[in-house]
Nanobody
Framework: QVQLVESGGGLVQAGGSLRLFCAAS????????MAWFRQAPGKEREFVAA????????RYIDSVKGRFTISRDNAKQTLYLQMNSLKSEDTAVYYC????????????????WGQGTQVTVSS
């Protein structure tokens, strides 16, 4: 049974930083492509960043480039999202997701999801 468990969310002031974690189990993490999505109230779930299992390919949505960094530790089966220079518009529930296919920006391309962790940025 595949499980993805996010943590690390919280309340932070604009300009601050947070690091999100996604612990994976029940999947060969070292051969699985991973991504972060987010969903703000009243909005669609949107792609944030993705990383291949080889770490060769990394993609970001334009609005987080230069501020967020996605990374992974295959030995620890953990995905990370370092978020710096946070803005109020980054407020959302953040989800990690796993895909056995190529990394894409569509949520329908991902096979497994975590329960999400809330990130709130106060201005």
């Amino acid at each position: 049974q595949v499980q993805l468990v996010e943590s690390g969310g919280g309340l932070v002031q604009a300009g601050g930083s947070l690091r999100l974690f996604c612990a994976a189990s029940g999947v060969t993490f070292s051969r699985t492509n991973m991504a972060w999505f987010r969903q703000a109230p009243g909005k669609e779930r949107e792609f944030v960043a993705a990383i291949t299992w080889t770490e060769i390919t990394i993609r970001y949505i334009d609005s987080v480039k230069g501020r967020f960094t996605i990374s992974r530790d295959n030995a620890k089966q953990t995905l990370y999202l370092q978020m710096n220079s946070l803005k109020s518009e980054d407020t959302a529930v953040y989800y990690c997701a796993a895909t056995f296919g190529a990394i894409r920006v569509g949520k329908d391309d991902y096979n497994y999801w975590g329960q999400g962790t809330q990130v709130t940025v106060s201005s």
